[in-house]
Structures are given as structure tokens and as C-alpha cells.
């Protein structure tokens, strides 16, 4: 079946660390996005990316970098500058240019810093 | 920017009951789309209902429909008949029109909503 695989499920962090979230989709989408979920703050968009080799930032992205070398993979890295990674991250994808009806979402990675 | 205002953090609604979730938001576009997504405790993000600003019928899907009011920047989702698995933050959310490659989602906070046996 078609879809985006976020792994790990649950990841902790200790201070200082860089880690990696994966996100993988065999949708064939052209276009993949990383959300920030907290408590009362709703979803917020860290980077997107349109195509391959080509991403943006979002409105939080200080803290975080990503990578996108294939259509499948859009990884995120929470580097040790993002002061408070502690939240739900979701990645979501969508045809390109037809994101008007809506992404589809992973399962999301909740990330805890020790 | 556009920003999507959900005032309500909290609802609850008696199983069969129907129910309405608020939502409004701020723009100085003309076109764009509206959504709402169901998150349930499993944190699975599910489109439950779009409607496009052009259009003025409003949108359903099965027992789930919108009262929209472009004038007023309003967009309020109607749950009838609520069942138990209805249980679930919902989040309003806003997409420009035409922006093709570049569609970019804004999210409201969420409300929980919880439907009691």
C-alpha cells in the first residue's frame, strides 16, 4: 500500500546531540513537508521541498536542517541549536502542484530530549 | 501572512447529538482552499473535508459538513450525529490558491473534541 513511513516512532534525544528523523514516501509525490506539532500551538511548518535537491524553509526553521537527494526520502535533522526539540513531528506529502486537495501524513516521531 | 484562528480548545457532545467546531481566519486573498483534519488519539492526521473559497455551495462529506462565510472569513464544520470515533483534535487549516508547487498548509491550534456514551 502507498504511504509515508516516519520512523522512528519515538526518539530521544540528550543534549547537544544532532539526531535524524526519516521520512520515506512511495507515493510518487513530487512535494514533502516537516510540521512541528506542540500542546496548544496547532502544526507549524519547519521546511518543504518541491523537488529533488531543492527545499525551503518554513516558519520555524532555525534549529533544523533537511535534505532532499531522492523523491522518496525527505529527512529531518534536529541539530543541537534548536533550544527546545521536544514535540511531535509530522511529515506529510502531495502531488506536485495539487496540493489544493489536501496532503497525506505520516504517523509522525515523537522526539524527547533527556 | 494568513492566520487561522480555532478560539475553542475544548468541546464535548452527547453520542448521536450534533455538533459545531468554529473556525475563522485572515486573508487578503481572494482565492484559496479551507480544511479540516481530524487527528484521533492514534495522532494519524486524516482529511475529513475541503471546500474551495470560489464556490458557494457549501461542502459535505456524509455527516460531515461547512457552514462557510467568505464575508465573515468563517469556516465551521458541522458533525451530525457524533459517534465515539469521532473523539479527536480537529484542526482548521488554510491554503492560498494558485501557488501551484508551492502549497503551503496553515494550521488553527486544534480543538479536542470529545463525544460521551
Known amino acids: 500500500d502507498g504511504g509515508i513511513t516516519q520512523s522512528p516512532k519515538y526518539l530521544f534525544r540528550k543534549e547537544g546531540q544532532n539526531v535524524t528523523l526519516s521520512c520515506e514516501q512511495n507515493?510518487?509525490?513530487?512535494?514533502m513537508y516537516w510540521y512541528r506539532q506542540d500542546p496548544g500551538q496547532g502544526l507549524r511548518l519547519i521546511y518543504y521541498s518541491q523537488i529533488v535537491n531543492d527545499f525551503q524553509k518554513g516558519d520555524i526553521a532555525e534549529g533544523y536542517s533537511v535534505s532532499r537527494e531522492k523523491k522518496e526520502s525527505f529527512p529531518l535533522t534536529v541539530t543541537s541549536a534548536q533550544k527546545n526539540p521536544t514535540a511531535f513531528y509530522l511529515c506529510?506529502?502531495?502531488?506536485?502542484?495539487?496540493?489544493?486537495?489536501?496532503?497525506?501524513f505520516g504517523s509522525g516521531t515523537r522526539l524527547t530530549v533527556v | 501572512a494568513q492566520t487561522v484562528t480555532q478560539s475553542q480548545p475544548e468541546m464535548s457532545v452527547q453520542e448521536a447529538e450534533t455538533v459545531t467546531l468554529s473556525c475563522t481566519y485572515d486573508t487578503s486573498e481572494n482565492n484559496y482552499y479551507l480544511f479540516w483534519y481530524k487527528q484521533p488519539p492514534s495522532r494519524q492526521m486524516i482529511l475529513v473535508i475541503r471546500q474551495e473559497a470560489y464556490k458557494q455551495q457549501n461542502a459535505t462529506e456524509n455527516r460531515f459538513s461547512v457552514n462557510f462565510q467568505k464575508a465573515a472569513k468563517s469556516f465551521s464544520l458541522k458533525i451530525s450525529d457524533s459517534q465515539l470515533g469521532d473523539t479527536a483534535m480537529y484542526f482548521c487549516a488554510f491554503m492560498k490558491a494558485n501557488t501551484g508547487a508551492n502549497s503551503k498548509l496553515t494550521f488553527g491550534k486544534g480543538i479536542t473534541l470529545s463525544v460521551r456514551p
Open positions: 506529510a506529502s502531495t502531488p506536485g502542484g495539487l496540493g489544493v486537495y489536501g496532503y497525506t
Open positions: 507515493l510518487n509525490h513530487d512535494a
